[in-house]
């Protein structure tokens, strides 16, 4: 059956699904997290073995919606206030976390002879993380809500912030464009909006609640917040940020609601479907 075509993208979809399913819950049985058995998942099942669910656009997509409402659940899991506490802490680890792998990637590929630029992209590829697998497994163990759980929560979000500057410092080396006034203008725009969203969406969100609260409609909450998460998601990445940090931002939004447990509830088995296709197509 042709991969790409309706049926073809179904039974991998449903692939995909079951197979992170299964193989999280024998994860789980041996002591390790579930997310660990998703990631086996993509690549017993992705085209580097059994190529039964392809690479293809539309699983990307699905990825995409289900990473985006991954970060938008731990931010609404996640106490705002108690995040700026461990603020100092977090950029702490958060430099340390791509200052030592930048340089080492840096050196090692100097001491091998490559030119400088080289050695910047391969010190820039190892800091690359992902704080969709950090936010996961620290919920699965279950110390999202600790003091130390925060700390690196925030040094996730603030490593997907430095990393796009980082990726725009390397892009403008590469096209051997000035990196002064890049660095500048990728930090001004990641961190800026971060704030910007959470402070002016505070607000947003409160009347978009007290708004949905009077509607009778079936899964009328849901669909605004997930809505929200999705807008802010493109507004993110229109102003040069993440997607996923819209997500997170809108998260902490509407967890400040009255509301909060409520949505909570509901988008859990809407993220228990979507986000394990991330982790496949990282696998």
């Known amino acids: 059956m042709e991969p790409h075509s309706g049926p073809g993208i179904l039974l991998a979809f ?13 994860a789980e049985r041996i002591g390790q997290p579930s ?3 998703e ?11 059994l190529g039964w669910v392809p690479v293809s656009e539309a699983l990307l ?29 977090a950029l702490n680890v958060a430099l340390a976390g791509m200052v030592m792998p930048f340089a080492g990637g ?30 996961r497994v620290l919920s699965e163990l279950g110390v999202l809500d600790t003091r130390e759980g925060r700390i690196i929560l925030g040094a996730a979000v603030v490593d997907d912030v430095l990393g796009l500057v980082v990726l725009a410092v390397v892009s403008q080396m590469g ?29 947003i969100g409160r009347r978009l609640i007290r708004i949905v609260g009077r509607a009778n409609v079936r899964g009328v909450l849901l669909a605004a917040a997930v809505g929200l998460a999705l807008l802010m998601s493109v507004a993110a990445k229109r102003a040069g940020s993440a997607e996923i940090v819209g997500a997170f931002a809108t998260g902490l939004v509407l967890a400040r609601t009255n509301r909060r447990h409520d949505i909570d509830r509901a988008v859990k088995p809407v993220v228990d479907v979507f986000a394990p296709l991330f982790f496949v197509a990282v696998g």
């Open 14 to 26: 449903a692939a995909a699904l079951l197979g992170a399913k299964v193989l999280g819950e024998l």
């Open 35 to 37: 997310v660990l058995g």
């Open 39 to 49: 990631l086996l998942a993509g690549v017993i099942l992705g085209p580097s073995l």
């Open 61 to 89: 997509v699905l990825a995409q919606i289900g990473v985006i409402l991954l970060l938008f659940e731990v931010g609404l899991e996640t106490d705002l206030g108690e995040l700026v506490r461990v603020g100092v802490p």
């Open 106 to 135: 840096f050196f090692l590929t100097r001491a091998l002879g490559h030119p400088v630029v080289t050695s910047v992209f391969v010190g820039a590829a190892l800091t690359a993380t992902s704080i969709g697998i950090t936010a």
């Open 175 to 203: 096209t051997g464009g000035g990196a002064a006034g890049t660095i500048v203008r990728a930090t001004v725009l990641a961190i800026g909006f971060l704030l910007l969203a959470v402070a002016a969406g505070i607000p």
